[in-house]
């Protein structure tokens, strides 16, 4: 292959990439989404406050105040957990 | 009970304890196997925690035995458990009673990916339009750093659609006829452990850029290998959250947006 034609190919192969990517819906854009906080079952969180880095799945108790799980943009509010002592909890943006 | 051992013999004592933990023919006086016991227990279990598909294609009693056996051979050398497991699929390499599932070794490759994976340093990572905004003719000079999370596991068996059905399904889906060999690809985007296939010879592709090649010699390396398809790697690398910095030209430098 010369030099011109290695160009072509990889500059036509990274638009390619491209447009396979576009659509196929970027997992690593959080854009559509927001953490909610207070209503992920035990192992289940995507993360918490609590300042450990290792945090995914570490929750030990249903609905840990302190550990969030990723939820779609706007729905976090009306998310509407059932605690063990029979009490009604909303999901929250911040740590409780 | 028996009385304490006198404080010149309690070194000599304690060597024969520590060693006798882990064998499993080891007589071991009054109530001390209990704690034999109780670590090869705990072991096993931080095992297939690690490692439960393994676990699921050997049946928990194999795995046990096989884990014990592991235990024996490799005890820990760190006090972290979550270091424990690294030589675990090494050891399958050469586990003559597993030799019937000959894949169980890549599986266990692939579990120990992933929960390195988990446990890696956060970074932030690219988006492939970072690579569109490029110049065509600079593209074969980009230098694409890994992030940190980011691991290939390349495999002779299917071991990827293997890893996904034993660890999603309840009932596991036979795979075609058509079930060759398969290219992993482990990363953690929103810290999430993902599992992805990527074409053949891209683990070549991968290791071409780890050692900080550009991304023409990369490519030339991994195109030697019969189904590599550049578009297809670059796609599922960005898209997986594989790529945290991207330079041009010779000079690397990180660039964490």
Redesign the interface.
């Known amino acids: 292959m010369t030099v011109r034609s ?13 447009l ?2 576009a659509g ?1 819906g ?5 854009a559509d989404k927001e953490k909610c906080f207070g209503i992920a079952m035990a192992g289940k969180n ?2 918490a406050a609590t300042g450990n ?4 799945g570490q929750t030990k108790a249903d609905y840990d105040a302190k550990a969030w799980k ?1 939820v779609a943009k706007g729905t976090c509010a009306s998310m509407e957990v059932t605690l063990k002592d029979g009490m009604k909890r909303k999901g929250t943006l911040m740590p409780m | 009970m028996r009385e304490p051992p006198e404080a010149n013999d309690l070194r000599a004592w304690q060597s024969v304890f520590a060693a006798s933990l882990l064998r499993a023919g080891a007589i071991m006086p009054d109530r001390q196997a209990v704690h034999r016991n109780n670590t090869r227990a705990s072991l096993s279990s931080a095992l297939a925690a690690r490692f439960p598909v393994v676990r699921r294609l050997v049946g928990p009693d194999f795995f046990r035995a096989m884990a014990l056996c592991f235990i024996e051979r490799q005890p820990p050398r760190s006090p972290v458990l979550a270091e424990y497991g690294a030589g675990f699929a090494h050891f399958l390499d050469g586990f003559a009673p597993a030799r019937e599932v000959a894949y169980l070794a890549d599986v266990a490759r692939l579990e120990w990916a992933r929960h390195l994976a ?2 890696a340093e ?1 970074a932030a ?1 690219l ?3 970072r ?2 905004a ?1 110049a ?2 600079r ?2 000079q980009v230098r694409l750093g890994l992030h940190p999370a980011a691991s290939v596991v390349a495999s002779a068996w299917p071991v990827v659609s293997i890893w996904t059905t034993n660890a999603h399904d309840q009932e596991v889906r036979p795979l075609g006829d058509g079930a060759g060999s398969e290219c992993a690809l482990v990363t953690r ?6 599992v992805s296939a990527l074409p053949a010879g891209s683990d070549r592709l991968v290791a071409a850029l780890a050692e900080g090649n550009g ?2 010699e990369a ?1 030339a390396r991994a195109a030697t290998v019969e189904g590599f398809d ?6 599922v690398l ?4 594989a790529v945290a910095s991207l330079s041009v030209g010779s000079f690397h430098s990180m660039e964490l947006s």
């Not at chain 1, 290695?6 to 491209?18: E, F, G, I, P």
């Not at chain 1, 970027?26 to 959080?30: D, E």
């Not at chain 1, 880095?53 to 995914?56: E, K, M, P």
């Open positions: 290695t160009h072509l190919a990889l500059a036509a192969a990274v638009a390619a990439a491209s396979m990517s196929a970027a997992q690593t854009a959080n995507d993360c880095n290792s945090c995914a990723y | 988990f446990h956060e990572a988006s492939i339009e690579l569109t490029v065509p003719d593209l074969e985007p929103e810290l999430h452990v993902l991304l023409a490519v550049t578009a297809t790697a670059l796609s960005f898209r997986s959250g």
